[in-house]
């Protein structure tokens, strides 16, 4: 079973500044590796499949990187809807998706 | 636009079923190569894979509910279902609806592309 290992578990960023989030793979997941975005009260989003590949009408500032087991996501010019829970899921494993245990970003 | 509303009761006693509804609109749900899946939260715990379940009725079941669990689909309401049985204290959860698209046309690999709300779940007597 693969496990995914966010970091760090509260990230404090200023509107306007860059968030760098972390997500570690216990195995190799190739690629298949999403981020999403949770806000309570609402659905989660998807932002990011196959590790870099923006879901549609996401914005540019949001960006993901990495392969393999180090996996990226990076929010540029922080925007006050931008602060939130994320997560990162590994899909490489049919059917077992396994998720992170989430990254909040909150105002600095 | 693909929209996933969960529906269900908000309190189950322990020892009994577990049942929750997706209801799918914008698209019908035999439409795409998607398997349409359950997620759930414990408090303060991650994220945690229930199951998938295809338009069909093919089934894929997290190993560690496999044998409380059901997944059943309606298509011509649109919808598809939960049944966990012998629920406990531990089955406490928001539950989330989400629809898994394929990444590739060659192999199993599905991520969540649209999510309900989630519904919270309280086990308790």
């Known amino acids: 079973e693969i496990v995914m290992t966010q970091s760090p578990a509260t990230l404090s960023v200023s509107p306007g500044e860059r968030a760098t989030l972390s997500c570690r793979a216990s195995?190799?997941?190739?690629?298949?590796l999403a981020w999403y975005q949770q806000i309570p009260g609402q659905a989660p989003r998807l932002l990011i499949y196959g590790a870099s590949t923006r879901a549609t009408g996401i914005p540019a500032r949001f960006s993901g990187s990495g392969s393999g087991t180090e996996f990226t996501l990076t929010i540029t010019s922080l925007q006050s809807e931008d602060f939130a829970l994320y997560y990162c899921?590994?899909?490489?494993?049919?059917?077992?998706?396994?998720f992170g245990q989430g990254t909040k970003v909150e105002i600095k | 636009q693909v929209q996933l509303q969960e529906s269900g009761p908000g309190l189950v006693k322990p020892s009994q079923t577990l049942s929750l509804t997706c209801t799918v609109s914008?698209?019908?749900?035999?439409?795409?190569?998607?398997?349409w899946s359950w997620i759930r939260q414990p408090p303060g715990k991650r994220l945690e894979w229930i199951g998938y379940?295809?338009?069909?009725?093919?089934?894929f079941y997290n190993p560690s509910l496999k044998s409380r669990l059901t997944l059943s689909v309606d298509t011509s309401k649109n919808q598809f279902s939960l049944n966990l049985t012998s629920v406990t204290a531990a089955d406490t959860a928001v539950y989330f609806c989400?629809?898994?698209?394929?990444?590739?046309?060659?192999?199993?690999?599905?991520?969540?592309?649209?999510w309900g709300k989630g519904t919270a779940v309280t086990v308790s007597s």
């Open positions: 195995q190799s997941v190739s690629n298949n």
């Open positions: 914008g698209d019908p749900i035999s439409s795409g190569d998607h398997y």
């Open positions: 379940i295809s338009y069909r009725g093919m089934t």
């Open positions: 899921q590994q899909y490489n494993t049919w059917p077992l998706p396994a």
């Open positions: 989400a629809r898994a698209r394929s990444a590739s046309p060659y192999f199993y690999f599905y991520y969540m592309d649209v």
